[in-house]
Every structure is written in structure tokens, then in C-alpha cells.
């Protein structure tokens, strides 16, 4: 059997090169990132950090970050380790830099890695402000950002995991 087999490198969901054994006709592709998230939390207050990770541990593997600064060597460090975030919990207000800021140089260094507009990774900006508008804003949606008003529901955190295509029933 060993003479059949062949072990080839594939590229998954997370950018990471993943194995796919073919033995005979038979391709079974294995892959330890498959069915969970790699989600990037940023959350200045501890009481709502831990919130929306036990809300998404289901999902996936929370990695925290307090401010934007250590938000932006985590995304970086992902993308160099060739292990990026599937989902970015972005606070708006943040102590050391606006979250706005923050997604900013995010895109800008997706735009200068050549990752295209429709794979950038998802963003949901999380605020105090109760603001409707930006919530069903079908531009931010095209851009892969959404709005969620703290204190977060559950039930609309996953709605939007469905929306941005992160979860499926």
C-alpha cells in the first residue's frame, strides 16, 4: 500500500498547506483547521472580552488582545505564520488607538499582500454606541464588516457568523 500512496501539499481555508494522501483514486484530504475558527478578540474591558469568547468558543479558538497595538502584532504575526484570523471582534474605543484606525492598517496590509477584496478577513466592530444605522449598513457588509451593539446577544452574533458565511447549521 505504502507503494500507491502519495502525499501532496494543499492549500486550505487558512492559508495554511494542509496534506492530501491519494491512495489509488481515493484523496483523503486531512486537515486540522477545518471546522473551527481562528478568531482575533479585541477588547479593552475584561468583563466583555471574556463575553464575546465564551459566546464564540464554539465556533473556534479565541486569541485576545487588550488594545490595538497588540491587535495589530497578533493579525501581522498570523499572517507571516501563514495562520490567519477567520474573524476579527474589533472594539471601536479603544485606549491606545480607534478601532477604526486599527482596520485601517489591517486592510491596508491585506491590500499589500495581494489578498483580494472578497477573501479579506471579516470584521465586527463591537460598541457601547448604539448606532442602527451602521447595523443593517449593506456597504460595511461589502466590506466585510459588520456592527454589533454591546451588550452582545448571542443570538445576533450568530446570525452574523451565518450572514459572513463563517457557520452554517
Same mark, same amino acid.
Not at 472580552?49 to 459566546?55: D, G
Not at 477604526?100 to 454606541?129: C, K, N, Y
Not at 460595511?140 to 451565518?162: H, N, S
Given at each position: ?105 489591517? %486592510?491596508?496590509?491585506?491590500?499589500? %499582500? ?56
Amino acid at each position: 500500500l505504502r507503494s500507491l500512496e502519495k502525499r501532496n501539499r494543499l492549500r486550505c481555508r487558512k492559508r495554511a498547506y494542509c496534506t492530501v494522501l491519494t491512495l489509488s483514486r481515493i484523496e483523503l484530504y486531512t486537515c486540522s483547521h477545518e471546522g473551527r475558527m481562528n478568531i482575533l478578540v479585541v477588547e479593552d474591558d475584561a468583563a466583555s472580552r471574556k463575553l464575546l469568547e465564551r459566546f464564540l468558543a464554539p465556533y473556534g479558538t479565541c486569541t485576545p488582545a487588550q488594545d490595538g497595538a497588540a491587535a495589530l502584532h497578533l493579525f501581522t504575526e498570523s499572517l507571516e505564520k501563514e495562520e490567519r484570523f477567520d474573524l476579527i471582534c474589533l472594539d471601536i474605543m479603544l485606549p491606545d488607538m480607534d478601532g477604526q484606525i486599527v482596520l485601517e492598517h489591517i %486592510r491596508r496590509e491585506e491590500q499589500a %499582500r495581494g489578498i483580494p477584496e472578497a477573501d479579506r478577513i471579516p470584521v465586527f466592530f463591537t460598541s457601547g454606541l448604539d448606532r442602527p444605522a451602521y447595523e443593517e449598513d449593506e456597504e460595511l457588509r461589502k466590506r466585510r464588516i459588520a456592527y454589533l451593539v454591546k451588550p452582545i446577544e448571542r443570538a445576533r452574533l450568530r446570525t452574523l457568523l451565518m450572514e459572513f458565511g463563517l457557520f452554517r447549521e
